[in-house]
């Protein structure tokens, strides 16, 4: 008997049945793949493109399962979708807005403790 390896090859680009619907496709590449995330009016561009977007939720699910370390994607910074994929710690509860970011809520202590913002923090240089 013959045994022959079968290689997958994985495409790390998007599918192409969601990216043609998607609103950033005719926007300037660099308000999505800038060279820093300290821009905050182009980052905020980026991220209200991405809000009128008819697929967005299709586009993060893409950049979280395949890991994605550049960009924006579905409205999210790289440093937003590493606080997505990490572990949640015991006790801290993890609030995902498609239209405000990411963010860790404390353990509540009496009336329910309100998220901490990821606002003002950015991607290192």
């Not at 006790?91 to 509540?108: H, I, N």
Request: charge should be neutral.
């Amino acid at each position: 008997m013959t045994l022959h390896r079968i290689h997958q090859h994985h495409d790390a680009r998007p599918p192409r049945q969601w990216t043609a619907h998607a609103a950033c496709q005719d926007a300037d590449p660099g308000l999505f793949f800038p060279f820093t995330w300290e821009d905050l009016p182009r980052q905020d561009h980026a991220r209200r493109i991405c809000q009128a977007c008819p697929v967005q939720a299709a586009c993060l699910d893409w950049a979280l399962r395949t890991g994605e370390p550049e960009g924006m994607w579905g409205g999210t910074t790289p440093a937003e979708r590493r606080l997505l994929r990490a572990p949640i710690p015991a006790g801290q509860d993890v609030t995902v807005s498609l239209r405000g970011g990411v963010g860790v809520e404390a353990p509540a202590r009496g009336p329910r403790a309100a998220p901490a913002s990821l606002e003002g923090q950015h991607e290192p240089v």
